[in-house]
């Protein structure tokens, strides 16, 4: 496969500009008296990156629950998890009505 020279000139230039802001940066922040481990904020940071993730998927996870619970209760399902009003839920009026739903829960997440 054929790799032009000048892109591989510049990824070379691109990695060497990254790694000299690195320099100047650890350079900069020893200058000031500060005393930084560079593996320890990279783990600390991949730590952050986790729990946010985490925190997004948990929070998604409530909002599907709510809303499945809201529709639910929108159709009366009972034990059998055999929905009384089958033929209205798939109506075009059901299906407004669930998206209701669901653009309720999402102007709550941003309340």
């Not at 070379?12 to 320099?23: D, G, R, S, Y």
């Not at 008296?33 to 952050?48: F, S, T």
């Not at 997004?56 to 034990?79: F, Q, S, W």
């Amino acid at each position: 496969m054929y790799e032009s020279p000048i892109e591989k000139i510049y990824g070379e230039l691109q990695t060497q500009m990254v790694q000299e802001e690195e320099k100047m940066v650890m350079k900069a922040i020893k200058e000031v008296g500060v005393n930084v481990d560079k593996e320890e904020l990279i783990k600390a940071l991949q730590y952050d990156r986790n729990q946010y993730a985490e925190g997004y998927e948990d929070g998604k996870n409530d909002v599907l629950e709510k809303i499945r619970a809201e529709i639910e209760n929108h159709c009366g399902l009972v034990k059998e998890n055999h929905c009384r009003f089958c033929s209205y839920c798939s109506s075009v009026m059901g299906v407004r009505e669930i998206l209701e739903v669901i653009d309720k829960y999402k102007a709550e997440s941003e309340e």
